[in-house]
């Protein structure tokens, strides 16, 4: 029988924060009822493939369920393109299985290692946001259990709200069991083009431009520029849709690298040399959709590359009218710190409605950062980033957050009421515990 054993941490994916808890790896469906329903002091939380980088895949001192073990396809109709999976099959083992149809997921986020489950629970976006929405935009159905023994099937036209704060809501209204979704039709390869742009004002301006035929865009900053100079990115499928599945497989950082690889010197060097190389590819070409969609996943434990001290992930949402003026301050913080990232995405959003209440796309713009942790002065750095985007009326993403404090996640999420009153009683995370006292 599977049961709770004693896990000494749970390490987030930014490799700061840790909780102990107790842990359960189930593999079939049968042993969730018991491990959901479990009478105990403990609240409960289910997670996927633990690529959150904060904590709310985290649950100090309470139970977690390890999703990935249920990962079984219980159904596919490759003409109707519409699968149903387990909540643990992951977004690489869903890509290996419908490529080969000619079907692709109709929303990527940037790594594949996610699970169906937790992609609904993050409600997760890509870079066709402007043309797909997110991907609880294209969940069908999906079956919720509760710690009350309940079992909920849930379709968009749902009118009690659980479909609505299940989808973005953080693995809090229940255990999702199942998910199904619609697929697109797809080949492996994409016609993509780089463009180079000097400022933030071309960023803006391309995007508005190529956003209107082009299904995929997406863009590179430099943040150790603050004019905001960077590459922009956008792709369409090629014409032959060829069904060629994975490319190389990702290889593995062996060591943590020392902490001292990581400075203003060195970041400099590496955005001006990343600059350069995107810049040079910027004639049109046919790419494999591995390296477009999931270029992080080439190292399949990158996050080792910000050494021991691990590294925050920061990533907000701007409304269109104030996007380009909140960039323009950030990329100027960020340039005087001298902590810049190296690895700055910059997309637009487009203004398809989000189904979750809590859903983190709104129209207008996001900027994804990354920091090496060097103590007081990195969070320091995000207060002020925090500042700017509370201004703009903005909102940060809870899968990349473990740290912004209750006022600044409820001034984000206007729904916050109507979500926390769906909320399973016996669930929780690190992350809700301190956003929602």
Known sequence: MISFQPCSELLSWGRILRAPCNLAHPRFRDDLPGLVEEKRENSLLAVGLGRSYGD???????????????????AFDADAGVIRADAGL???????????????????????????????ANDVHGKNHH?????????????LRRTDGSIHDLCPDDKSGLFAATIGGLGLTGVIEQVEIQLKKAGAYLESENIAFDNLADFFQLALEFSANHEY???????????????????????????????????????????????????????AL????????????????????????????????????????????????????????????????GLGSFLAVLKTFGDKPSPGLLSFPLPGATLALDFQNHGDVTLALMKRLDTIVAEARGRLYPAKDGRIGSELFASGYPELSTFAAHVDPGMSSTFWRRVHP
């Not at 046919?286 to 992080?296: E, K, N």
């Open 217 to 271: 865009t997406v863009a590179w900053v430099d943040c150790a520029n603050s004019k905001g100079r960077g590459v922009f990115s956008c792709a369409n499928q090629a014409s032959n849709p060829r069904r060629t599945l994975h490319g190389k497989k990702g290889v593995r950082f062996p060591v943590e690298a020392p902490s001292f690889a990581l400075n203003s010197m060195t970041l400099k060097a590496f955005n």
């Open 274 to 337: 990343y600059f350069n190389a995107l810049r040079m590819t910027a004639h049109r070409q046919i790419v494999h959709y591995a390296p477009f969609f999931f270029p992080l996943d080439a190292i399949l434990n990158w996050n080792r590359l910000y050494g021991r001290r691990g590294m925050y992930q920061y990533q907000c949402a701007l409304p269109t009218e104030h996007a380009q003026d909140a960039v323009a301050e950030m990329l100027v913080q960020i340039a005087k710190s």
């Open 131 to 143: 043309r797909a929405g997110t991907f609880g935009s294209h969940v069908r159905w999906l079956r």
């Open 56 to 74: 709310s895949g985290l649950n100090c001192g309470g139970n977690v369920i390890a999703m990935r073990g249920l990962d079984r396809v219980t």
């Open 90 to 120: 992951s977004l690489d083992q869903l890509i290996r299985i419908c490529v080969p149809h000619g079907l692709f997921p109709p929303v990527a986020p940037g790594t594949r290692f996610v699970t169906l489950g937790g992609m609904v």
